[in-house]
């Protein structure tokens, strides 16, 4: 188990110093303990948040251009934003093929708990549905919501739908009006929120910090620092959904959403 090297907290400041990076190999069997990130210089890795330190395994380096990800439709996959196109990642032969969908550039996304895929616009808190078949909007928007998105969405193993806003909280959405409730206070900036498949949630900022949510009382845990900013950030296991996979897409341009943290 790791041990806690800081707590981070909405009432009090983190002072840390980042650990060590372990590099780790994973075996064709997805583990709990594992979460997937996209680095801010496009690279792919696999995440051991239990290893001491975090263990860091390269699933791809810099060259590969990942802008976002999400975990895809089977316990061993990806799908991973290269430039407008998604293409689904194999975990455990590290190949990628194309799925035909084509989106905005500069386009973020993450688990959703429906078939639907979810649009957030970077000029406020309005959802738009996508569908991925038809490659196409739904007309009608979700306008619940009041905060601007700047980081990550996920979706817990139970179906909790979270977003990260603009102005440094964590927010529940409601995926059926995008309605926000809040959630947490982090006081940074969060880029990066996945699930481990066993149901743990773990948030990561633009210095590379990946802190445990304690998703009861909000707390944060830091557990280390990866030494590369984190773009994104994506789950260990697909959400239960009937029928289909889910993700939701966060329209926010690079320039706004990526920049390292003071």
């Known amino acids: 188990m790791l041990s806690r090297i800081a707590t981070w907290s909405s009432s009090r400041a983190l002072v840390a110093v980042p650990a060590a990076i372990i590099p780790i190999a994973l075996g064709s069997t997805v583990a709990a303990d594992t979460i997937y990130v996209a680095s801010s210089n496009g690279g792919l890795f696999a995440v051991d948040v239990d290893y001491p330190g975090l ?3 390269a699933l791809r380096g810099a060259g590969y251009g990942a802008f976002s990800i999400a975990h895809g439709d089977t316990a061993d996959s990806l799908f991973v ?3 407008s196109s998604i293409e689904r990642f194999d975990l455990t032969q590290s190949t990628s093929t194309p799925t035909g969908v084509t989106i905005p550039h500069g386009l973020a996304f993450s688990e959703g708990p429906d078939g639907f895929w979810y649009i957030t616009d970077s000029a406020g808190p309005t959802i738009r ?5 038809d490659n196409s909007f ?3 928007a979700l306008t619940g919501g009041t905060r601007a998105y700047a980081g990550d969405l996920a979706t817990s193993p139970g179906g909790q739908m979270f977003g990260a806003t603009a102005d440094g909280a964590i927010v529940l959405v409601d995926p059926d009006t995008g309605a926000q409730s809040p ?3 982090p006081a940074r900036t969060v880029y990066g929120l996945a699930f481990t498949a066993d149901g ?3 948030a990561g900022d633009g210095n590379g910090s990946v802190f445990q949510v304690d998703t009861t009382a909000g707390g944060f845990t830091l557990l280390g620092n990866l030494g590369f900013g984190i773009f994104d950030m994506a789950s260990g296991a697909p959400v239960p959904a009937p029928g289909a996979a889910a993700l939701i897409l966060a329209f926010i341009p690079r320039g706004r959403r990526r920049r390292p943290l003071p």
């Open 55 to 57: 263990g860091v395994n």
């Open 81 to 83: 934003l290269i430039g």
């Open 129 to 133: 549905r996508f569908l991925p078949g």
């Open 138 to 140: 739904i007309p009608q």
């Open 183 to 185: 959630w947490a206070d």
């Open 200 to 202: 743990r949630m773990f």
